[in-house]
């Protein structure tokens, strides 16, 4: 073969590769940039036998905070939205709450007094919109909430608000023999209605804060199971990393967050022998999402904010920053 | 083809069936019975697309209690074995231990003294033998003990008196697409540590009995789990109906359980709607088991009973007894 032939076969080598290369990128909506490198060298080194970094399938643990890392937060998270929306139906099936604060105040519309609503207010308000009722009247619920209610300013529903990018994400490590929970300081029932169809996570796969139920027979003499007001997990800090031992037994191997609530999950998850890796999504696109938190000149908020120490620490420890702004190409699938 | 070949075919055809026959059981260590009968089609029923029975993929969750339902039970429950066995070393680590009650009672050896021990006593032993220390270290000497423990009436490790017809049942289910899962009353940190080599169920899939853990840093800065005595699920009666909810957030579609702390799990798994079935194991065999429970003529004991209120549910509501001595051909893998 001579060297004209060589050359030939080297340009269509070229011109294959390309295409093929496209086809098989895993991250489709990623930049090609730091995050996306340090993701796609993670997944490879632990999944291929005989790298020093392999790690076997069954400890495969990848989870997921929700809120503001796989969809967004911002101006309230959903299960808030849920529980100020499920109010009038509440004060419809108990008349008197209709003259008793915090109801009133929400039963008002008035969004200038409902900002002033306190911890304490919340708590009543999740009390009467979470519990209460059997397992299954919530699921119903939440499902039918879920279908009907719209993000205020896109008008979409909150399955639709996903980031695409994270959605890739998880379907990437899943082809790779990862098995994805969600870790979130948001409610474990709550989000488990939706859970599959919105991320392909069923609900034995997500981990939340969670009040308990109570066993009990219904008029047919069938077993009821009632959700109660009593906490049993508070899926927020500290909590994250001990739900991770409750509900699942093992140490992430790779675990996605946002916020203060997650710094002690990303330290477990970092703190573990062999390959470990910890990422920290940064709201910093004021454009296409939101900017807050740490983001350069934008005042740090009270929902979805982790702080300067914590982006220090990440900083420091070598987690990955996930630039919103610079790492994704687009951030929700209806983007064009 | 005359008449003789194809008698010759045919008797070849029954040659042949016979042992592909036998090959194909997927339940050979059970008699023909009713209770095999009620496991094989169940499983046919529920994972025949079209069949009015199936249950899809997601939703095929299976239930274990352990002990006494996958693995013996008497004298004592193994975790009990752990707790005193390992009071040894804890009083070695800290000595003034040595006069106070109930450690003295269990370092003297004396059996009748020990049978005496309180609920309370056996609380201050698992305190002390089962929390105080990091998940890892629990981890490692809970596995250290399982390699060296013997069963005092066989002589063998604890894992290798597990019950082959459930071994069986376990393998079956699961190549028929059920996530199985045991719901035990032992501790959930305990079981975990041996259950996937045990019965090839993952830590994720044990629920136990557990107590909360607690983060902090250690002095290299990494973050510690901390085992605690504060209870956060008694999976035991309706704890199992309740701790199913909590950890896997589904309800079973099959259930096996052998005593009183199972009575919940399995009206819950049969008060589901669809296709459900509960099945209760009788121990009565005492000359290859034991004899205990409601089984004819013999005294009703503490551990691992369950009453005649009980067995008399079962047969009302249709759930399937499981006669040791008359379902199962062999008990143990050891067994010629």
């Known amino acids: 073969m001579n060297s004209s032939w060589l050359r030939l076969a080297g340009a269509a080598l070229i011109v294959l590769a390309a295409p093929l290369q496209a086809q098989s990128d895993p991250l489709p909506s990623w930049n090609d940039k730091a995050a996306k490198k340090a993701i796609v060298e993670f997944v490879k080194a632990t999944t291929t036998a005989g790298n020093p970094k392999f790690v076997p399938v069954p400890e495969r643990i990848a989870t997921f905070d929700q809120d503001g890392t796989l969809w967004v937060e911002h101006p309230l998270y959903s299960q808030v939205m849920y529980i100020l929306e499920r109010v009038p139906?509440?004060?419809?099936a108990k008349p008197e709450l209709a003259n008793t604060e915090p109801f009133k105040t929400v039963l008002s519309g008035d969004r200038a007094a409902m900002a002033k609503l306190t911890d304490r207010d919340l708590e009543i308000l999740a009390v009467a919109t979470l519990?209460?009722?059997?397992?299954?009247?919530?699921?119903?619920e939440v499902s039918k909430w879920m279908a009907a209610a719209r993000d205020p300013r896109w008008k979409k529903p909150y399955n639709e608000l996903t980031y695409l990018p994270m959605q890739e994400v998880l379907a990437y490590l899943r082809a790779n023999g990862y098995k994805t929970y969600i870790v979130t300081g948001g409610g474990q029932d709550f989000v488990r209605v939706y859970a599959e169809k919105t991320y392909g996570i069923p609900p034995e796969q997500v981990v939340g804060t969670a009040t308990g139920t109570s066993y009990s027979y219904g008029k047919?003499?069938?077993p009821v199971l009632t959700k109660d007001p009593k906490l049993v997990l508070n899926d927020n800090n500290a909590g994250k990393a001990e739900g991770i031992h409750l509900m699942i037994g093992r140490r992430p191997h790779i675990a996605f967050g946002n916020t203060a609530g997650d710094q002690q999950m990303l330290e477990y998850t970092a703190g573990g022998d062999g390959t470990r890796l910890s990422l920290l999504v940064l709201h910093d696109d004021a454009k296409r999402e939101y900017a807050y938190g740490p983001a350069k000149g934008l005042p740090d908020t009270k929902v979805g904010a982790f702080s300067q120490a914590l982006y220090d620490e990440a900083k420091k420890d070598g987690w990955v920053i996930i630039s919103m702004k610079?790492?994704?190409k687009r951030i929700f699938a209806f983007e064009k």
Request: charged share 30%; glycine share 10%.
């Open 89 to 92: 139906a509440v004060v419809k």
């Open 326 to 328: 610079d790492d994704w």
């Open 131 to 140: 519990t209460g009722m059997s397992v299954e009247q919530f699921q119903s």
């Open 220 to 222: 047919d003499g069938k």
